[in-house]
Nanobody
Framework: QVQLVESGGGLVQAGGSPRLSCAAS????????MAWYRQAPGRERELVAD???????NYAESVKGRFTISRDNAKNTLYLQMNSLKPEDTAVYYC???????????WGKGTLVAVSS
């Protein structure tokens, strides 16, 4: 089992630059890819950015150039640096981890980012 705990959310003004963190614990050695997803009110959960164990990254078009995903394997922590926030970035942000062995996926409980205009 892997436990994921997000932090860093809250109320932010448009244009702000918060950083989300996701601390992983448990059977972390199994983790390969990690990602951030978000779900806005009334909308489906969507991929924001993902990062492979080797550091290869991928971003949603809506955040490309504004958000940066990174991971510190020594600290077992995933990050999402968010810049130039817009009201439409308001959502609950979820941390995700994939363990290829057994095809297991894990989710954090989410952290709310609310962007005021």
């Amino acid at each position: 089992q892997v436990q994921l705990v997000e932090s860093g959310g809250g109320l932010v003004q448009a244009g702000g630059s918060p950083r989300l963190s996701c601390a992983a614990s448990g059977d972390i050695i199994c983790i390969s890819d990690m990602a951030w997803y978000r779900q806005a009110p009334g909308r489906e959960r969507e991929l924001v950015a993902d990062i492979s164990s080797g550091g290869h990254t991928n971003y949603a078009e809506s955040v490309k150039g504004r958000f940066t995903i990174s991971r510190d394997n020594a600290k077992n922590t995933l990050y999402l640096q968010m810049n130039s926030l817009k009201p439409e970035d308001t959502a609950v942000y979820y941390c995700f981890a994939h363990c290829p062995e057994g095809g297991r996926d894990y989710w954090g409980k989410g952290t709310l980012v609310a962007v005021s205009s």
